[in-house]
Nanobody
Framework: EVQLQASGGGLVHAGGSLRLSCVASGFTFARTAMKWGRQAPGKGIERVATINGDGSWSHTIDSVQDRFTISRDNDKNTLYLQMHSLKPEDSGVYFC?????WGQGTQVTVSS
């Protein structure tokens, strides 16, 4: 059974930082490209960052580039999202996933 458990969300002031983690199980993590997505209230999930299986390539969308960094530790089956200079518009539920699968999310709220 595939399990993706995100954690690390919380309430921060604008300009603050958070580090999200996602522990994965039930599939070959090291061979799987992974992604982080976020969902604002009333909207669909927006993919914000992607990383390939060995971590040698990654991509972030323009709105978070230079502020968010996706990384992974294949020995720990864990995906990370380091977020700096957070803005209120970054608020939402953050999910990790692969292909068309999203796991349980973690709430990020950025106050102005």
């Amino acid at each position: 059974e595939v399990q993706l458990q995100a954690s690390g969300g919380g309430l921060v002031h604008a300009g603050g930082s958070l580090r999200l983690s996602c522990v994965a199980s039930g599939f070959t993590f090291a061979r799987t490209a992974m992604k982080w997505g976020r969902q604002a209230p009333g909207k669909g999930i927006e993919r914000v960052a992607t990383i390939n299986g060995d971590g040698s390539w990654s991509h972030t969308i323009d709105s978070v580039q230079d502020r968010f960094t996706i990384s992974r530790d294949n020995d720990k089956n864990t995906l990370y999202l380091q977020m700096h200079s957070l803005k209120p518009e970054d608020s939402g539920v953050y999910f990790c996933g692969f292909n068309d699968i999203w796991g349980q999310g973690t709430q990020v709220t950025v106050s102005s």
